[in-house]
C-alpha cells in the first residue's frame, strides 16, 4: 500500500487545483496579476485571492469565471465554483 492511498480525496483535489492554477498563474502574472489559492472546500468551492492588477479591474470576475472557473471545472471535476475572498 502506498502513502498516497492513505491520503484523503480532498487532499488530493487541493493539489490538483493547486496544480491546474500553477499553469494559469503566468497568464494572469502577464496582464500584471496574480492568483492565490486559499482554500478548496468539502462542497467543490475554490476559494482565490487575485493580486496586483487583477484588483479593482473590471475584467478580474469574468477572467475568474470564464478562465478559471472554466478550466478548473474542466481538469478537476470535484470543483463546483470558484470564488474571490
Same mark, same amino acid.
Given at each position: 500500500m502506498t502513502e498516497s492511498s492513505d491520503k484523503p480525496a480532498q487532499e488530493s483535489v487541493h493539489q490538483r487545483v493547486d496544480a491546474v492554477i500553477s499553469v494559469i498563474r503566468p497568464l494572469i502574472q502577464g496582464d500584471g496579476g496574480d492568483i492565490e489559492l486559499i482554500?478548496?472546500?468539502?462542497?467543490?468551492?475554490? %476559494?482565490?485571492? !487575485?493580486?496586483?492588477?487583477? @484588483?479593482?479591474? &473590471?475584467?478580474? %470576475?469574468?477572467?475568474? /469565471?470564464?478562465?478559471? *472557473?472554466?478550466? !478548473? /471545472? *474542466? /481538469?478537476? &471535476? *470535484?470543483?463546483? *465554483? @470558484?470564488?474571490?475572498?
Open positions: 482554500a478548496v472546500g468539502d462542497d467543490g468551492v475554490v %476559494q482565490v485571492r !487575485l493580486h496586483g492588477a487583477c @484588483v479593482g479591474c &473590471p475584467g478580474a %470576475q469574468m477572467t475568474l /469565471k470564464m478562465g478559471v *472557473e472554466r478550466h !478548473l /471545472k *474542466e /481538469k478537476v &471535476p *470535484e470543483v463546483t *465554483e @470558484v470564488v474571490c475572498v
